[in-house]
T-cell receptor
Framework: KQEVTQIPAALSVPEGENLVLNCSFT??????LQWFRQDPGKGLTSLLL?????REQTSGRLNASLDKSSGRSTLYIAASQPGDSATYLC???????????FGGGTRLMVKP | ETGVTQTPRHLVMGMTNKKSLKCEQH?????MYWYKQSAKKPLELMFV???????ENNSVPSRFSPECPNSSHLFLHLHTLQPEDSALYLC?????????????FGPGTRLTVT
């Protein structure tokens, strides 16, 4: 059974810093890896999807990488802003059926 | 907005009540999902419907009953709930059969069982 872990559980940084959020998974047979953002009390917003044959995806100041052999994915946020404050969730699917297993999330606070 | 809507956004119900949560997706997808998000626990997949057929029931108690009348609508019928069922219930949709199959989530229904 796939298990997904995110470290750290919470992170506080000053505005402007570059930062890395980590996601690890136990089963290297992961099919795809999706990063989400969740604001308090709200639903999930998809940020990046790394498909099975890909190693990374980029969108604006965000870059996500996937290394199946080591069981890790990272989300890199460049030049962080207070508006980036949210919980970031990673989720992996073990098959093309898109059944996601989620990590516990990293709660990010970017201080002005 | 993500193209996935959920109603109601907030619901308070007693343990003897019967209520339903509704989800609608406007993205032309063919798969829909119910997830539960409890405090201090990772998001848990509850049910998956693909082409209106249930393909996954992740050991969910029978007091939760899903219904998918067509590819755009998904319901979660609730009865005789327990206080520990209080959580944020999230609906999602995706297009199966395409590479990756990115999931899109609704805003959720915050359920409180008293």
């Amino acid at each position: 059974k796939q298990e997904v872990t995110q470290i750290p559980a919470a992170l506080s940084v000053p505005e402007g810093e570059n930062l890395v959020l980590n996601c690890s998974f136990t089963d290297s047979a992961i099919y795809n890896l999706q990063w989400f953002r969740q604001d308090p009390g709200k639903g999930l917003t998809s940020l990046l999807l790394i498909q099975s044959s890909q190693r990374e995806q980029t969108s604006g100041r965000l870059n996500a990488s996937l290394d199946k052999s080591s069981g890790r994915s990272t989300l890199y946020i460049a030049a962080s802003q207070p508006g980036d404050s949210a919980t970031y969730l990673c989720a992996g699917s073990n098959n093309a059926g898109n059944m996601l297993t989620f990590g516990g999330g990293t709660r990010l606070m970017v201080k002005p | 907005e993500t193209g996935v809507t959920q109603t109601p956004r907030h619901l308070v119900m007693g343990m003897t009540n019967k209520k339903s949560l509704k989800c609608e997706q406007h993205l032309g997808h063919n798969a829909m999902y119910w997830y539960k998000q409890s405090a201090k626990k990772p998001l848990e997949l509850m049910f998956v419907y693909s082409l209106e057929e249930r393909v996954e029931n992740n050991s969910v108690p029978s007091r939760f009953s899903p219904e998918c009348p067509n590819s755009s609508h998904l319901f979660l019928h609730l009865h005789t709930l327990q206080p520990e069922d209080s959580a944020l219930y999230l609906c999602a949709s995706s297009q199966e059969g395409t590479p990756g199959g990115e999931q899109y989530f609704g805003p959720g229904t915050r359920l409180t069982v008293t």
